[in-house]
């Protein structure tokens, strides 16, 4: 019952433990925004003067309230939480809401890990501190300390910041766009995203849920519900901190390409989220998307008086990533009687500066009743000669058709004073009618990457189980820390890697000049030397790599220069021994890696590999665990990926194994606990029948014991 969020979305009673008579203070809000915003149910004001507010019976403490309410809103200072928790708790209150401030967000982690701690020992959950309040049109609770008069709606918000959310709410009026519930999570205490989208999921009156992320806590946890949430309704996020960067492991490419927005966008994509670039473009998704059924297929054509501004939405829908329907000979015969002269059957249909109301309304009737169009963008560029008013009126009339036949429709009406006019009555009514076309077709473009979200969940199907000798990993990960080092030597990596059944080259590693020469006849020539060193993680800046090696002679003369090298870059460093290995033959070299991202746990990922890995930082992301589809979609998502296919007569690379090695890597992560960072780089990818081979392995562990 813990998870059950009945009660707190629902309530039947509410305490405002910090109530004021001063209509300036927060604890007035409160009990004013409830009161006024019509909420029903008993409602039990906290404040030791006890007297009335707003008609409103104040009682002296919370004990001296008869009832047990569901709801306990805090607004005392920050040092008398503690005790209003307690007092909750021995009330049996199931849930506190916790508006003051003062905690982790001014560095006082300390007393907010106190008061979870004291809650969940009376089983009661804590939305903050530092929020706002809730929101819920269900009940007509307003128990927030912003603007009284919300809109119900359709849409739920969920924001971790107080300030922003406050203004959405604000917002909402104006985009004439209704809530169903919004609430903030402050400081994330107790209760987190994962918790609210758990109900919201289910509450009928959601058709969409809007969020606000600055940092993520529990990701694990946060994915998996995002994945579920993502094939009931659709899902838009908004993140600050695209440029800030996440953790950084400092000799690990994995960790440095990992910068905290690159995981967060990717991971999104693959839980099927709609990440928005600003408010205002959520908003209108959230509008449209509440307001448009999913359409049965991806066939658009856009209609428009002006060949210039069609050209400009044929270029937003490519940005956007919408079909544009492409059959000449059935786009004449759909189009062609209601085009004047002069005109372009061609996608997109050009009307013409000619064209009449009459045309419109062919060429619009004739998408609606088509078998094989599914949505159209219509533009009107210039004042029409019709009122405002008649406009309007034929725009909502005919996205009400289009809607009725679940087929999309957006409009861009461009023009003078009476065109704004006409924009201002269609916004009122929530009809998808926008100024600038890129709007216009971004909206739509949102739905249809919803719609092929569902498409890929809906494929969703159980992956063999991957096999990985995790205890023998772990018994070398705990010889290695034993001896006080932190990360793996190059031959100990390798020992992972066989572990996990990922092939490598043959390597043997040399004490001696002598033992370099043997070991390199014994595998064959040509080869690769390297220096085995714990304290040099960068072989090539030392020096202390050579390749193409194809003879005794140089094998002699590659050892003496490695060591020379080294010695002079590094001449602390503790030189166990050279490495010598096989020299594999050429491939398409990938980076694949894996590691425990701080807020998302382990996450794998794959991009163009080699020696400017760095630069290009052609790389994608994803959860793990995630399906082979999945990894497969990451892949795809990488600038380098037709290089996998073959270019220029070269034939298919194995995309299959490659696959199998980035879901052994997640698996070695995930499983292995000592383990945070794995980077193999390169990791050559053959053609199907000759595989793949990890060719330099990187391995970090933590410093933390199991």
Not at 22 to 41: M, S
Not at 550 to 571: F, G, H, L, Q
Request: glycine share 10%; charged share 25%; net charge negative.
């Amino acid at each position: 019952m813990m998870n059950d969020l009945t009660y707190f979305f629902n309530p039947r009673s509410i305490a405002v433990v910090g109530a004021s008579y001063h209509e300036g203070k927060i604890g007035y809000r409160l009990v004013y925004n409830i009161v006024k915003g019509g909420y029903k149910g008993e409602i039990f004001p906290i404040n030791p003067k006890a007297g009335e507010i707003l008609g409103v019976r104040v009682y002296e403490h919370l004990n001296a309230v008869d009832a047990v309410p569901d709801v306990a809103l805090i607004v005392v200072p920050a040092a008398q939480v503690p005790d209003a928790i307690e007092e909750c708790g021995r009330k049996e209150v199931k849930f506190a809401v916790i508006i003051s401030s003062g905690f982790s967000e001014t560095g006082k982690s300390g007393a907010e890990k106190e008061i979870a701690s004291c809650a969940r020992g009376y089983g009661m959950r804590i939305l903050g501190p530092n929020v706002f309040g809730i929101y819920s049109a269900t009940v007509s609770l307003n128990a927030t300390f912003g603007v009284t008069d919300i809109p119900p709606g359709d849409v739920a918000i969920i924001t971790q910041s107080g300030a922003l959310g406050l203004a959405m709410i604000g917002k909402t009026a104006v985009e004439n766009m209704g809530l169903s519930a919004i609430c903030s999570v402050g400081n994330k205490s107790d209760l987190n995203e994962a918790d609210l989208l758990e109900y919201l999921m289910t509450q009928d009156e959601t058709k969409v849920i809007l969020m606000y992320i600055e940092g993520v806590k529990d990701g694990e946890r946060l994915v998996e519900m995002l994945k579920e949430v993502t094939r009931r309704k659709p899902v838009i996020v908004i993140k600050s901190g695209r440029s800030r960067r996440g953790a950084i492991a400092a000799a690990s490419h994995t960790g440095s390409l990992a910068g905290a927005d690159n995981v967060f966008s990717d991971i999104m994509r693959q839980c099927g989220v709609l990440r928005a670039e600003t408010i205002d473009e959520a908003f209108q998704w959230c509008s449209f998307i509440s307001e448009s059924p999913v359409p049965h297929g991806e066939n658009t054509v856009i209609i428009t008086n002006g060949g210039g501004v069609g050209v400009m939405a044929a270029d937003a829908c490519e940005k956007y990533e919408i079909p544009l329907y492409d059959d000449i000979a059935g786009l004449e015969k759909l189009f062609g009687p209601a085009i004047p002269p002069f005109g372009s059957f061609k996608n997109p249909i050009d009307l013409t500066g000619q064209a009449s109301a009459i045309n419109y309304a062919q060429a619009l009737n004739a998408a609606l009743e088509s078998d094989t169009v599914n949505a159209v963008i219509a533009i009107i560029c210039g004042t029409p000669d019709v009122s405002p008013e008649i406009l309007a009126a034929m725009v909502k009339d005919v996205c009400g058709q289009f809607k009725k036949k679940e087929k999309l429709i957006t409009f861009s009406l461009f023009g003078g004073l009476e065109t704004e006019k006409c924009l201002s009555m269609l916004a009122k009514e929530r009809v998808p009618a926008y100024g600038d076309v890129y709007r216009a077709v971004s909206s739509m473009g949102a739905l249809y990457a919803y719609r092929r979200a569902l498409a890929e969940a809906g494929e969703s199907s159980c992956d063999a189980v991957i096999d990985v000798d995790a205890g023998a990993i772990d018994a070398l990960v705990e010889q290695v820390r034993a001896g006080g080092r932190f990360f793996l030597l190059a031959h100990e990596a390798q020992e992972v890697m066989k572990a996990a059944g990922i092939t490598v080259p043959r390597t043997e590693i040399a004490a001696t000049l002598e033992d370099a020469v043997t070991r390199a006849r014994a595998i064959g020539f040509p080869v690769v030397m390297k220096v085995v060193s714990r304290d040099i993680i960068h072989k090539s800046d030392a020096g202390g790599v050579i390749l193409d090696i194809d003879n005794e002679k140089e094998v002699i003369d590659a050892y003496e220069a490695i060591m020379r090298n080294c010695r002079t870059k590094a001449p602390s460093a503790q030189i166990e021994g050279i490495e010598i290995t096989e020299m594999v033959s050429e491939g398409i070299e990938i980076i694949a890696g894996a590691r425990k991202d701080p807020s998302f746990g382990p996450v794998v990922m794959v991009g163009l590999g080699g020696i400017y890995v760095e630069v290009m930082k052609d790389v994608a992301f994803r959860a793990y665990p995630g399906e082979r589809r999945q990894l497969l979609a990451m892949i795809k998502e990488i600038k380098s990926y037709p290089l996998l296919l073959g270019v220029r007569g070269a034939g298919r690379k194995d995309i299959e194994g490659l696959v199998e090695v980035i879901a052994k890597l997640g698996a070695i992560v995930s499983r292995c606990s000592g383990i945070t960072d794995i980077e193999i780089n390169p990791l050559v990818v053959y053609e199907k029948e000759r595989g793949v081979k990890a060719v330099d392995v990187r391995i970090l562990l933590s410093g933390d014991s199991k």
